[in-house]
């Protein structure tokens, strides 16, 4: 059985293909920002559901892919290794553990607090329990053995 797609159809797929490329062009121009590429960032510029652009528009994505391509590659032969100061790095790596070492402690504190604040409301709960049952304990009105009668 041959599907064939109404005019109105091809319309919809060829008017959403020019906002895809519409809409890579302009993703290429921010990617020399620092955008990055991918079909879901396309798909948000475009305004188009990326299973659409997977289904119908897959010319789009083999362009976009080749696009990435070209960048990828044009950004590796541009590179040139910098000068690394690794007495920067190192001082700067160093004020990094000294600052995850403090966040440390202090969540090691606020952990030992929690746990103390815990035990305090555990020991809470278990004497409002046992005041509970104590008032739910039936009272005896004649003396204190239940079958003792006062006479």
Do not use: C, F
């Not at 010319?59 to 696009?67: F, I, R």
């Not at 606020?110 to 046992?130: G, I, N, S, V």
């Not at 304990?137 to 053995?145: C, I």
């Amino acid at each position: 059985m041959i599907k064939r797609t109404s005019h109105s159809q091809q319309k919809r797929r060829d008017a959403t293909g020019q906002r895809l490329r519409a809409a890579l062009a302009r993703l290429l121009l921010a990617q020399e920002r620092g955008a990055k590429l991918s079909v879901a960032a396309l798909a948000r510029e475009a305004g188009v559901g990326r299973n659409a652009i997977y289904v119908n528009h897959r010319d789009v994505v083999a362009e976009l892919l080749q696009a990435a391509s070209h960048r990828i590659d044009a950004a590796v032969a541009s590179k040139e290794a910098p000068e690394t100061d690794w007495r920067a790095v190192a001082t700067e790596l160093k004020e990094q553990v000294r600052g995850l070492a403090t966040e440390n402690a202090r969540l090691l504190r606020r952990a030992q607090d929690a746990e103390q604040a815990t035990a305090r409301a555990e020991k809470r709960a278990a004497k409002l329990d046992a005041e509970l049952r104590a008032q739910r304990s039936p009272v005896h009105l004649y003396g204190t053995e239940p079958n003792t009668r006062n006479r």
